[in-house]
């Protein structure tokens, strides 16, 4: 029904910056929301970036005035720009939508990795 594709994760020095791109298909016209969370091993799945269907864009403390969430419909992709990265920045991070009337929907994530 829906998939959902990360990419853009990679390597980089604190400091640095990076965008993900994640690639919505399916029935994805109308959600209650997309965004972004992250995992590290042991831990749970957090929130990083949410934007809802009204617009409205949620953002956990750690990331907020570094990290920008936005989508182009267009393209069905929604993105993850980060910048001043930092080493505890480092996770897996996944993609996640809930289109309505649905549940949700998960990619199967991308590693980004911030060397001090």
């Known amino acids: 029904q829906v998939q959902l594709v990360e990419s853009g994760g990679g390597l980089v020095q604190s400091g640095g910056s990076l965008t993900l791109s994640c690639a919505v298909s399916?029935?994805?016209?109308?959600?209650?929301?997309i965004g972004w969370y992250r995992q590290t091993p042991g831990k749970q799945r957090d929130m990083v970036a949410l934007m809802y269907s009204n617009n409205w864009r949620n953002y956990a403390d750690a990331v907020k005035g570094r990290f920008t969430i936005s989508r182009d419909n267009a393209k069905n992709t929604v993105y993850l720009q980060m910048s001043s990265l930092k080493p505890e920045d480092t996770a897996v991070y996944y993609c996640t939508v809930r289109p309505i009337g649905m549940g949700d929907f998960w990619g199967q994530g991308t590693q980004v990795t911030v060397s001090s």
């Open positions: 399916g029935s994805t016209s109308s959600f209650s929301f």
